[in-house]
């Protein structure tokens, strides 16, 4: 008896230890991150118990005790069923964190990453009122809660976040969490994202090169245009070894976003902030410190890529087939009525090839939608269509 309360005892201090290193001091918010103590027969099924109480737990903390009563069958027929230990689909990983067997008892303590936004998904699929996405974010402080100046600029892109795996610095784990903390941030600004398992699901289907419209565009862009994202942001990151000091690990590192249009793989532009953070363990400093960063420097990427909507941009912009000189009027009042045209010159004309010099605020989209909605009923441009889109060209065919 006296061994068995050595060892609650033992496990206690793990668990609040545990805790203490792997949530900041007064949060915010809710980050998903769960700390779990179950026992079972074998290490497997105590490891299973532990994993479905993390996520039971997380969704408490969504919806409430409240709804959680309410719901507790939907739930748990969906969610939290047991069979094939299904709630295991809503953690992005975790970690053993203690373990003992004692009288053929085995317990387990672990520290779950639930997939937040994957869990509010589903739990409104399912018709359970959820909280604030922005409200679900431990690093989302009142400042990261404000809209962005001038941020409905953006309400009619979509993005896409992610990563070059090939090239990755930080493990891929880690990586997966840093965009899902940027699409909750995306969603605090009511702005529309590709879910992560959108671009898998892609991949599986193995239609990623099939894409015949450019000649060699990065993996990246391909799926971004398959998914319809006008902007993909491509995620990177780094983290030192740390150093130990007085009882916690410091480790140094920074993340890098940059953004890009997905038709035409043009910049929009880059930020890298570098920061410090202390943990109980090195693995929990660097997972703080990567995923306290990812939404502020969205934040920063958010506000350059109005900045880079709002100044203007050269475009050469070609026109073949038969054009002529009333054609060319036509089509040159259309770009004159945009609003965000600021100038426009014809630097070379033929019956079968016209090109334009224009100045214009705003994305290649943004300009394209506008000489669709204003020549799509005019005569000789019916057949409107676009050829060819590269950095800061594009060729029209009518």
Known sequence: MPGKIFLISILSLVVLYAQACGKP???????????????????????????????????IKIIGPDSYRTHRATINNTILKTKYNHARKYTVSHTILGRNKDNGQHTVTIRAWVNVP?????????????????????SQTGDLKKKIPGI????????????????????????????????????????????KSQITSLKKQRQIMDDEDLTSPSALQIMARKLHADVYILLNARVDDGIYQKGKYITRGSLSLTAFESSTARGLGSVELSHTKKGGDLTDAQNQLILETAPRAAKRLLASIISYKSRPHLYILIIQGNIDHEARKTFQRSLEKDPNTVG??????????????????????????????RLKEKDGFEALKVKLLRRKGITLTI
């Not at 869990?119 to 431990?138: H, R, W, Y």
């Open 118 to 138: 994957k869990l509010v998904m589903t739990l409104s699929e399912l018709g359970i009122k959820t909280k604030d996405p922005a409200s679900l974010s431990s």
């Open 25 to 59: 001091v007064k949060p915010r918010g809710y980050d998903g991150v769960e700390v779990v103590t179950k026992v079972g027969d074998n290490y497997f099924k105590a490891i299973h118990a532990a994993i479905r109480v993390a996520v039971k737990t997380a969704i």
């Open 152 to 195: 409905d600029a953006l309400k009619r892109e979509s993005f896409m976040v992610h990563f070059d795996e090939e090239n990755l610095n930080i493990p891929l784990e880690l990586a997966t969490r840093a965009v899902q903390r940027i699409n909750g941030y995306l969603a605090s600004q009511n702005l529309n994202y590709i879910n």
């Open 344 to 373: 426009i010159s014809l630097s070379s004309a033929t019956k079968r090839h016209v090109r334009y010099e224009i100045r214009y605020k705003g994305m290649t989209r943004d300009l394209l939608d506008g000489i669709f909605r």
